[in-house]
């Protein structure tokens, strides 16, 4: 029912703005519903009081909490992507490609060239994502996860 309403009411594109100090909890509950090591809000404090870190998120609409994320940590000309999530129940609805096309142009904006990321070898999801946003592959730390899986290294040049 739900794709039949999206084929003729599609879902409006997400908000997408600069993280701020009231969305830390949301961020925190989000990582953690995405994650098996999720981040407490301390955690997030701690990153967005960092001048390093640049964090966006989105909304579903104006005074709406956030619905998904990304952080980056910056010393131009590179960028360290250090977390990307968005909520279960939204996602394949393309606020994840929105998210880091956003965070990738502000980056570019102040002087990035090069950014990195890591992701788990069997997120398909998320590395198709990535693989479509110009990112690939450089690297690999063999059982980096709990589990033994793989951390394959990505790199997008601008």
């Known amino acids: ?27 925190a509950a989000i990582h953690a519903r995405a994650f098996a090591r999720g981040w407490g809000t301390d955690e997030f404090e701690r990153l967005l009081s960092d001048r390093a870190v640049r964090a966006h998120v989105a909304t579903p609409g104006a005074r709406r909490p956030p619905v998904g994320f990304i952080l980056s940590h910056v010393v131009p000309p590179e960028a360290e992507v250090l977390t990307v999530a968005v909520v279960t129940d939204r996602r394949r609805r393309g606020i994840g490609r929105a998210l880091v096309s956003h965070h990738l142009a502000r ?42 899986a793989d951390a394959l290294l990505l790199r997008r040049d601008f």
């Not at 070898?121 to 709990?146: D, I, S, W």
């Open 1 to 27: 029912m739900i794709g039949l309403l999206e084929r003729f009411f599609p879902p409006r594109p997400p908000l997408l703005r600069d993280a701020v100090a009231a969305d830390m909890p949301h961020l």
């Open 107 to 148: 980056l570019a904006a102040e002087g990035v060239s090069t950014s990195f990321l890591e992701v788990e070898e069997g997120n398909l999801a998320a590395r198709t994502l990535y693989e479509h946003l110009g990112y690939r592959e450089v690297g690999r730390r063999r059982g980096y996860y709990a589990g033994g």
